[in-house]
């Protein structure tokens, strides 16, 4: 079954930077999007950016666009892996951040919910 296993959270400074993993099993499938979430203490979980495995397309999520230019997603299709590179972190960051899997090129609401969850890898942001 698919399983998706996320790693590299850790406890850095203002203005740190992380490389996230997501390393997905368990299928054949090309046609797939991976996307990062992260849940704050106390806060709902949030979408944040998405990858097209096929053609390498990223969507972010209208609604956060506090992480664009801050976050950026890349992807190794052979080792199904997808990154999320976190730069200029704050404190507003901290969140348990995880990666989740659907089929398909993406729909414009990814950011929703995806079919398949992975776990989380903690992040904290703190001087």
């Known amino acids: 079954q698919v399983q998706l296993v996320a790693s590299g959270g850790g406890t850095v400074h203002p203005g740190g930077s992380l490389r996230l993993s997501c390393e997905a099993s368990?299928?054949?499938?090309?046609?797939?999007?991976i996307g990062w979430f992260r849940q704050a203490p106390g806060k709902e979980r949030e979408g944040l950016v998405c990858?097209?495995?096929?053609?390498?397309?990223?969507?972010?999520?209208p609604h956060v666009n506090y992480v664009r230019g801050r976050f950026t997603i890349s992807k190794d299709s052979p080792k199904k892996t997808v990154y999320l590179e976190l730069n200029d972190l704050t404190p507003s960051d901290t969140a348990t951040y995880s990666c989740?899997?659907?089929w398909g090129i993406g729909t414009p609401l990814w950011y929703m919910g995806m079919r398949f969850r992975g776990n989380g890898t903690l992040v904290t942001v703190s001087s």
């Open positions: 989740a899997l659907d």
């Open positions: 990858i097209v495995n096929t053609n390498g397309n990223v969507f972010y999520n």
């Open positions: 368990g299928f054949n499938e090309n046609y797939y999007v």
